[in-house]
């Protein structure tokens, strides 16, 4: 049986980065983690999220805010790029 819960230790291993950037992602909010005594635990199932395999909804809304800006301001300029 596989644990629901990963440390940061581990999610710095699958992460390729320090486990003090782990901590900082943490505190910044871009990690979601759950504090148990004096350590931070990951949920296995935010993994996927954490990994950029799967964009929350919140990210869906600000890549979509950003395209929709795109376009009022550069709609014409887009459209006659699509054209060459």
Do not use: C, H, P
Not at 58 to 75: C, H, N
Request: aromatic share 4%; charged share 40%; proline share 0%.
């Amino acid at each position: 049986m596989e644990k629901q819960l990963i440390s940061t230790t581990e999610l710095s291993k699958i992460l390729g980065i320090s486990r003090v950037a782990v901590f900082k992602k943490i505190k910044s909010g871009k990690i979601k983690a759950q504090k148990v005594g004096r350590n931070f635990v990951i949920n296995r199932r935010d993994l996927a999220e954490i990994l950029g395999d799967v964009l929350s909804e919140e990210k869906k809304r600000e890549i979509e805010k950003a395209v929709k800006k795109t376009v009022k301001e550069y709609g014409e300029t887009l459209k006659l790029l699509g054209k060459e």
